[in-house]
């Protein structure tokens, strides 16, 4: 009667604290130039080393330049911070992929890339969409600076259990539908509270039907509905996206691995704390139109009214609105934007990259539109240049950029101008997320594509 969840939860709890906690082993530990800063130095002043460093993997991604990687970075804190990463990460044997290299690129898209993510680990890192794993069936979350220092002194943290759900998505995905879409919907229902205290595994033949690239993208926001995490049962799916990647399991270890694998699925008769089911037919091309990612709709419908809120709700509700220029009953078709961005940990992997340029193949970029186009890894660049995508957008009149996390948080050069209205692929669109006063919409490739050749908000479906 266990969940996935429990399984590997339960399979790396060392003991349990009393008042409930648990001392959790974590197989893996992903680390950036962001968060990790503080850890090293805690660690240096207790006299600690790090426990095992073979099991820790670093790439700077949220503060690099996506153009001029040769060059130095040229902004002070960003090439500090970068530098700092590089100098604790040798001092302490941790291998890194250093900017520019083969490997670099936005941490949760070179973990399952490589094969460092495998089914059934336990994986932390110190930053909230370490979710992503998840797809590969994994326990994987995002952890604070002080647990950070936690999992590279012991290779253990201290966690209470989260509750468990399943979210269901039932029958096929209709036309212009992507992953980006799915999880966009499901927050729009269940509110950014919805998951609160959970542990997410998204089920349902809709779910089993996707890549593992979309499998990410829906766990990567399942902490966007206040869940701890997301995660995904590994199936053949998982299994064909794994072989043959460079740290996977090879020969008889693989087939070892395959049988160990296969075996993690929630037993028929699980029980959920909670359990929802939504219908795949009901999905549309989204967008948000708001300040949270629960603040979406259907790319064709109405901004929803406030009539049916609580006071307090219809004032940060009017308070988001405002700050996004928008108001009750409007469309959001036609819509002015000014500057479209894909990529992220979110949807800057290869099949991202293929859906915006092949739907903006034998088109033009709108001349209004300023787009950033950066995939999420060298290897995905690498990629997008060998299969000629590189070539289509710049046709179109696009650029194909060098890999980061770019415009999702304005903590590098790429940043939205105040005031103006950005379409982003990326996860989040809180107030500020990408530069002082820039106002996001969030949507996947195809919404992103649409608004690009076209200038305002399209509906995709209208123009494939």
Known sequence: MNTLFDKIWDAHTVRVIDGGSCVLYIDRQYIHEVTSPQAFAGLRQRGIEVFRPQQVTASPDHNIPTTNQHLPIAEPQSAEQVATLERNCAENGITIFPIGSERNGIIHVIGPQTGLTQPGMTIVCGDSHTSTHGALGCVAFGIGTSEVEMALASQCILQSKPKSMRINIEGELGKGVCSKDIILYIISKLGTGGGTGHFVEFAGSAIRSLSMEARMTICNMSIEMGARGGMI??????????KGREFAPKGEEWD??????????????????????????????????????????AIDAEIPSSADMDTASKVSYAKALGYMGFAEGEKMIGKKVDYVFVGSCTNGRIEDLRAFAHFVKGKKKADNITAWIVPGSKEVERMAIEEGLRDILDEAGFEL???????????????????KYCVATSNRNFEGRQGPDARTMLAGPLVAAAAAVTGVITDPRELM
């Open 233 to 242: 049962a590994p199936d053949q799916t998982t299994f064909d996206y794994l």
């Open 256 to 297: 070892a691995a395959v049988e160990r694998w296969s075996k993690l699925c929630s037993d028929d008769d699980a029980v959920f704390d909670k359990e929802v089911t939504f219908d795949a037919a009901d999905i549309q091309p989204m967008i948000t139109y708001g300040t949270n990612p629960g603040m979406g709709m």
């Open 401 to 419: 950029r060098q890999p980061g996390c770019s415009a999702c948080l304005a903590m590098n050069e790429d940043k939205i101008p105040a005031g």
